[in-house]
Nanobody
């Protein structure tokens, strides 16, 4: 089992930045692909970004391409999401997830509880 805990969310103004962290425990994530997803009120959960176990493959949603950067530190058993140039439409609960294959769909095996990101206009 892998337990995932997100942190780093908060309230930020339009154009600001936040760095989300996802700390894993229970098992090393070094062999897992990691994904970030988000869910805004009244909307479906959507893909944000994903990174393969070695960082060699990275995917981003079109809506965040060029503004968000996903990275990982397997030695620290953690994955990160640097979010720059934030917009009000980025407001959502952000979730990290771990799975055996890097993918843009939500077929990940383990999920965190989420962290709230609110971007004020």
């Amino acid at each position: 089992q892998v337990q995932l805990v997100e942190s780093g969310g908060g309230l930020v103004q339009t154009g600001g930045s936040l760095r989300l962290s996802c700390a894993a425990s229970g098992r090393t994530i070094s062999s897992y692909a990691m994904g970030w997803f988000r869910q805004a009120p009244g909307k479906e959960r959507e893909f944000v970004g994903a990174i393969s176990w070695d960082g060699g493959i990275i995917y981003y949603a079109d809506s965040v391409q060029g503004r968000f950067t996903i990275s990982r530190d397997n030695a620290k058993n953690a994955v990160y999401l640097q979010m720059n140039s934030l917009k009000p439409e980025d407001t959502a609960v952000y979730y990290c997830a771990a799975g055996l294959m890097v993918t843009t769909n939500d077929e990940y095996d383990y999920w965190g509880q989420g962290t709230q990101v609110t971007v004020s206009s």
